[in-house]
Every structure is written in structure tokens, then in C-alpha cells.
């Protein structure tokens, strides 16, 4: 047994699965990781350790044999930063918009269901930490809490909830009016998910987590229920919207939305004629169609098609400054973090979310700073070196 904490340590921003599982303390350590997180990669570390070694694959794992989820890193990887040399940037400055929301940084948390598998205060803990970020949410269908309850959690943040777009019709119009009252300013339709992914590592680990993790807005609607959502999101032959459909039931919304999992210059003219007033490029974190492309390499393909008609997310493989400065170069307007966000949950919830962002905020002014930029409007593709897959 661990000899018990020093008092100091009570401060650590982990949440151990129990005393047992604390790492010891390293009086030796130059880092003093009692302090404070100083890196993403300590983060994660962090987070991941603190989870079952279910939940850690559920988190990290793509679909398939991987290859998109490889992918999304590898795009990141083979682009370079051409720098503009003695270019002052006395104070570069984060901030900007998206769909009329003011931000500190380009930044938006992803929605991820089953967020209390990571951390008991799950998307609550993400939207208080978001609020003191002024950053804003995506909060998920199939979360642990319900949309009220995050709303009220962080009251004056914005925020924006994701939607599945799966039969009855009457569960997502009904969605989307709870949206509308509780303060929401838009709404993310899920795209790339007519079907579940073929989750290789959640099938080899027999992953059979407790549904009522994913249930947190379902026993108000009264019109679905959990194991009939999971059945409409899992089931191959689940797959019964079509664009025109989704254009039909969006004009009921009384929101802006927004169309997540757009991977090509077509889909993103099929979107915006949908009424999407905005596009996430995502192939959702490599966790849907493996072979899929990464979302940084299709990028500029959709900014040119789109044209400037509607902003520009992007997520999948962000993970650190330099990613999101490259990610707006290529034409996103703002990045939104899926696994980033989870590490910082899994590792000390809102405190850890919020060193979280924190930390990738700093990371982007330095590489701003390094690149010679010192507005995000300053960026384009002048900035990008490197090739394309
Ligand atoms: C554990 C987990 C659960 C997710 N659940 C959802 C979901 O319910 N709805 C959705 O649209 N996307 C979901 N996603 C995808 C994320 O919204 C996002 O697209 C993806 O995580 C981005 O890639 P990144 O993790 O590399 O940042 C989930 C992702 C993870 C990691
Ligand atoms: O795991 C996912 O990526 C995902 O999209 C999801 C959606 C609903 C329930 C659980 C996971």
C-alpha cells in the first residue's frame, strides 16, 4: 500500500479510481506533477490511467483496421508551418466567432456520448470549464446528463447540441424545441452516422458498458427510448435519412444547424442546400468509416467548394497549437476537440478540462507567434508547407 498523501497532493487534478491506483509521489522529480498539468501529453497520460482499460479503448479506439484514425494524425504530421520571420506579434490574439458566438479561442468541444464512463460530472464538467474558457460546447444526444441539466450547469455559456438523425421523426423535432428553450443557439446534425462503426477493440474487449451513461436526455422525450436508440444507431439496417428528408425535418428546427461528418466538396453542396448554416469536416474521430480521409488533408477541396457561404469546423487528430493554427490556414474557421477534451475529463474534470484548454490556447499563441501571425484572421494557406496525402 502507498504511504497516505501529503496534503499538498490533495490538490493533484486527477481523479484515481481509488487510493491504490494514485501515482506515488517522486520527491526526486525536477516536474513537480503535484502542481499542475504542463503538458496535453501529461494530460492524457493522466486521463487515460485513471480509466478502466475498457473505457480507455472505447476513448482512444477507431473503427476498423484503425487506418483513418492513423490517418488523422499522419495529415497533421506530413504539413509544415512556413514561417514569416521578423514579423511582430506583440500580443497574438485568439479570438473569433462562429455562427454569431463569441470565442477566446477557435476552439469547440466535441459531443461525446457516454461521458460519465470518464468522469462522474461528464459534460457538466465540460461546459462550467468551457464558460471560464469562453469557449462553447457541443453537447451530446447520447450523453450522461441531460441538455437542461448542462445548460443550467454553466447558464451563461453558448451552446449547441448534437443530434442524430434517426426515426422517430417526432424525437428530433422534439430535441430540437428542448434545445430552443433551454437556451441553445444552434444545432449539430451527426452526418456520417447512419450506422455504428465497426468498433474492432470494443468488440474484441466485449465492451458492454451500462446504456444509462448515454441516456441522460432520454426519459424526458418519452418518444425513445435507450435501448431503441442504441437499436437505431448501431443497427446496419438503421440507415433511413436522406439529405431531402433532413432538409424537410431542419426547416421544423427554429435553429441554426450545423451538418457534422463532411468529407468531400459534394457533401458539403448537399449540406448547405440541406440549409446547414455551417459544417463540421470530420470523419468523426476515425471512428466511423475506416479508409475514410483524414479531415485535414480534404479540407482546402471544401473551403474551395464552400466558397466562404457558411463557416468551416473542423475536428479529428487535433491535438495540440500547432494542429489548430494549421487547421485554420487550410480553411477552418474553428476546431472542435473530441479525445482532447476526454483526456482533460478523464484526468480532473473541470480543472482538467480547463488546463486542458488552457494549455492548447498558450501552445497556439506561441506557434502564432513563432509563425509571424498575430490575428487568426492573418491566416491562410501561405502558411502551409508540406504535402497532402
Ligand atoms: C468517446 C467518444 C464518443 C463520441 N460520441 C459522439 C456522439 O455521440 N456524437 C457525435 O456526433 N460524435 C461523437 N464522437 C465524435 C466526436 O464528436 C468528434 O467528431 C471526434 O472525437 C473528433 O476527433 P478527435 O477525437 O480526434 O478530436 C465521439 C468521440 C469519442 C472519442
Ligand atoms: O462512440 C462514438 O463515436 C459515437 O458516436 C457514439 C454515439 C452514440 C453512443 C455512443 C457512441
Not at 450523453?143 to 451563461?156: H, K, N, T, V, Y
Request: proline share 6%; with cysteine.
Amino acid at each position: 500500500m502507498p504511504a497516505p498523501a501529503p496534503a499538498a497532493r490533495m490538490a493533484l487534478p486527477i481523479t484515481p479510481r481509488s487510493s491504490a491506483d494514485a501515482p506515488a509521489p517522486r520527491a526526486e522529480s525536477l516536474y513537480r506533477s503535484d502542481v499542475q498539468f504542463s503538458t496535453l501529453g501529461e494530460i492524457r497520460r493522466a486521463g487515460l490511467a485513471a480509466l478502466d482499460p475498457d473505457v480507455a479503448d472505447f476513448l482512444e479506439s477507431g473503427s476498423g483496421a484503425e487506418l483513418t484514425l492513423r490517418a488523422n494524425r499522419a495529415a497533421f504530421a506530413r504539413r509544415t508551418i512556413v514561417p514569416r520571420p521578423m514579423h511582430a506579434t506583440a500580443s497574438p490574439d485568439t479570438s473569433t466567432s462562429f455562427l454569431g458566438i463569441p470565442l477566446a479561442a477557435p476552439i469547440l468541444t466535441a459531443p461525446f456520448g457516454g461521458d460519465a464512463l470518464f468522469h462522474r460530472d461528464g459534460h457538466l464538467a465540460v461546459a462550467r470549464a468551457n464558460a471560464a474558457h469562453g469557449i462553447a460546447s457541443i453537447v451530446p444526444e447520447a450523453g450522461s446528463f441531460s441538455l437542461e441539466a448542462i445548460a443550467e450547469a454553466a447558464p451563461a455559456a453558448a451552446r449547441i447540441l448534437q443530434l442524430h438523425p434517426i426515426d422517430p421523426v417526432e424525437h428530433v423535432v422534439g430535441m430540437s424545441r428542448r434545445a430552443r428553450r433551454a437556451g441553445y443557439g444552434a444545432l449539430c446534425v451527426t452526418v456520417d452516422c447512419p450506422v455504428g462503426g465497426w468498433r474492432t477493440r470494443n468488440r474484441e474487449n466485449r465492451f458492454d458498458p451500462d446504456l444509462r451513461h448515454f441516456a441522460g436526455n432520454l426519459d424526458e422525450t418519452g418518444t425513445i427510448g435507450v435501448a431503441e436508440l442504441f437499436g437505431r444507431l448501431l443497427d446496419v439496417d438503421g440507415a433511413r435519412w436522406d439529405w431531402a428528408r433532413l432538409r424537410e425535418v431542419a426547416a421544423e428546427f427554429e435553429l441554426p444547424w450545423i451538418a457534422k461528418g463532411v468529407l468531400g466538396a459534394d457533401a458539403a453542396e448537399q449540406a448547405i442546400a440541406a440549409g446547414a448554416s455551417a459544417i463540421v469536416v470530420s470523419n468523426h474521430g476515425g471512428r466511423q468509416l475506416d479508409h475514410a480521409p483524414a479531415s485535414l488533408d480534404v479540407l482546402p477541396e471544401v473551403a474551395e467548394a464552400v466558397a466562404g457561404r457558411v463557416p468551416i469546423a473542423l475536428d479529428s487528430g487535433v491535438r495540440t497549437g500547432a494542429d489548430v493554427l494549421l487547421a485554420l490556414a487550410l480553411g477552418a474557421d474553428v476546431v472542435v476537440l473530441g479525445r482532447l477534451t476526454a483526456y482533460g475529463l478523464a484526468a480532473g474534470g473541470q480543472h482538467g478540462v480547463a488546463r486542458t484548454l488552457e494549455l492548447l490556447t498558450d501552445e497556439l499563441r506561441t506557434t502564432m507567434a513563432l509563425a509571424g501571425v498575430e490575428r487568426l484572421a492573418d491566416l491562410d494557406a501561405r502558411f502551409v508547407g508540406g504535402r497532402p496525402a
